[in-house]
């Protein structure tokens, strides 16, 4: 006796083998360690990348979109590839993830942050803040923290000669952040989990939206990136931490229920209604009409089409079959139809 193995194939274009749920310490490092990478390159790149190079600013800005599409790539599939309290809180909103789990994703986040943060502002060389102008390490690095009134990214350029008000400074985190948390939730659904794709969108919102709100919020858009700033920062930043939490979790709310509202999980699944599925079979069995445009269709209650027995009848004539009434058999002999251009006896 053989025996026979069916092999299915699978498109892989459009289907993504399924992974299981990593566990919370996991994810938990996942986090750690994508905004470690973050803060590391959007920090590092601030602080060092001007000493010799010269950069464009909006290069050196586009770095932290960089730096987001990398950590996404790699661990986007472990916890999501949230990297900022905010997003998390969007994730949670939107049941993608669940509350408990909120607060170990922050400690990760801050933690991770606070790393990077902090690696680099024990790596600044002695005499490289006079160098560059700044009177102390701290004096250095508080150029990359989030800031308003005089301290703000346009206050510090003109020497406080232009300043922003906390109420105009809110007003765009908030937005920016509704917009970049929205992007990012979006993202993650449309992209059919590819996480490629995913990493791309959310990388260069990310990057054009702090390239945006430099001037006025110095664009963080994450409280994790904000807080990592402020430890290291001249006292007057961790005063005004509070805005650039409060802020970008406002925007972040604001952005999960729209999605709720409009986009909500899961996706409906539209599927063929019956009446779709006979005209379907219908235009398929039309293929077997005769030069009378007669054709044989299948009854309302059928679910599956009858079997084509034509090509085993060259005639097409075919053999015993259910009964039929006589306003079937009036209409159309199914044992006597012949083509026109056959040989055989023509019909009565």
Do not use: C
């Not at 959007?42 to 950069?55: E, I, K, W």
């Not at 979109?65 to 990398?70: C, F, I, K, R």
């Not at 969108?201 to 001037?215: H, K, P, Q, R």
């Amino acid at each position: 006796m053989s025996s026979q193995t069916d092999t299915v194939a699978v498109d892989l274009d459009d289907t993504e083998l399924e992974t299981p749920p990593a566990g919370l310490f996991t994810r938990f490092a996942a986090e750690f360690l994508g905004t470690f990478i973050l803060v590391f390159i959007g920090f590092g790149v601030t602080l060092y990348a001007g000493v010799l190079l010269n950069p464009d600013e909006t290069l050196r800005l586009l770095s932290w979109g960089v730096a987001l599409l990398v950590v996404i790539a790699l661990f986007g599939r472990v916890s999501g590839g949230h990297f900022n309290p905010a997003v998390t809180l969007g994730a949670a909103i939107t049941g993608r993830t669940s509350w408990p789990d909120v607060l170990v994703y922050w400690v990760g986040q801050l933690a991770g942050g606070a790393a990077a943060a902090g690696l680099l502002y024990l790596t600044i060389p002695s005499g490289l803040p006079t160098a560059v102008g700044a009177a102390s390490q701290k004096a250095m690095f508080t150029k990359v923290a989030s800031g308003y009134g005089e301290h703000s990214i346009v206050g510090q350029l003109t020497t406080g000669a232009v300043t922003t008000e906390l109420v105009q400074v809110l007003l765009v985190e908030v937005v920016a952040t509704a917009l970049f948390v929205g992007v990012a939730l979006m993202a993650q659904r449309w992209a059919r989990g590819t996480r490629g794709t995913t990493a791309v969108v959310t990388g260069l919102a990310y990057g054009a939206l702090s390239l945006t709100t430099y001037s006025l919020t110095s664009g963080a858009l994450n409280p994790a990136r904000a807080t990592a700033a402020a430890i290291f920062s001249e006292g007057w930043a961790v005063g005004q931490l509070w805005l650039f939490w409060v802020a970008p979790l406002v925007g972040a709310a604001i952005a999960a229920l729209l999605v709720t509202v409009f986009a909500p999980d899961p996706l409906p699944v539209y599927d063929l209604d019956d009446e779709d599925e006979d005209e379907e079979y219908a235009q398929e069995d039309a293929t077997d009409a005769d030069d009378e445009g007669h054709r044989l269709e299948l009854e309302e209650d059928s679910e599956e089409p009858e079997e084509d027995h034509s090509a085993e009848d060259p005639t097409g004539i075919p053999e015993a079959g259910p009964a039929r009434d006589d306003a079937f058999t009036e209409d159309y002999d199914a044992t006597a139809d012949y083509d026109e251009d056959d040989t055989g006896p023509a019909r009565s």
